[in-house]
Nanobody
Framework: QVQLVESGGGLVQAGGSLRLSCAAS????????MGWFRRAPGKEREFVAV????????YYADSVKGRFTISRDNAKNTLYLQMNSLKPEDTAVYYC????????????????????WGQGTQVTVSS
């Protein structure tokens, strides 16, 4: 059974930084691309970033490009999201997810491209 557990969320002032982690277990982490999504209050879940299994291909939502960095450590079965220059509009629950094998990383911006999800971690950015 694949399990994804996010951590690292919290309350931060605008302009600050946080690093989210996603610990994976129960599967071959290095064999799958991974993504981050977020859901803000009253809004739909939205794509944040995706990374291929070898970290060669990485894509970001325009809203976070230049501020967020997705990375992974396959030896530790862990996915990361470094978030810098945080804005109040980044406030959301952040989720990590495992990309379905066979779907191109470049095409994996929809939630239906992922099969396993974590429970989420809350990020709140105060102004």
């Amino acid at each position: 059974q694949v399990q994804l557990v996010e951590s690292g969320g919290g309350l931060v002032q605008a302009g600050g930084s946080l690093r989210l982690s996603c610990a994976a277990s129960g599967g071959t982490f290095s064999a799958y691309g991974m993504g981050w999504f977020r859901r803000a209050p009253g809004k739909e879940r939205e794509f944040v970033a995706v990374i291929s299994r070898s970290a060669v291909n990485i894509y970001y939502a325009d809203s976070v490009k230049g501020r967020f960095t997705i990375s992974r450590d396959n030896a530790k079965n862990t996915l990361y999201l470094q978030m810098n220059s945080l804005k109040p509009e980044d406030t959301a629950v952040y989720y990590c997810a495992r990309k379905i094998s066979g779907i191109s990383t470049a095409q994996a911006m929809g939630a239906d491209s992922y099969d396993y999800w974590g429970q989420g971690t809350q990020v709140t950015v105060s102004s």
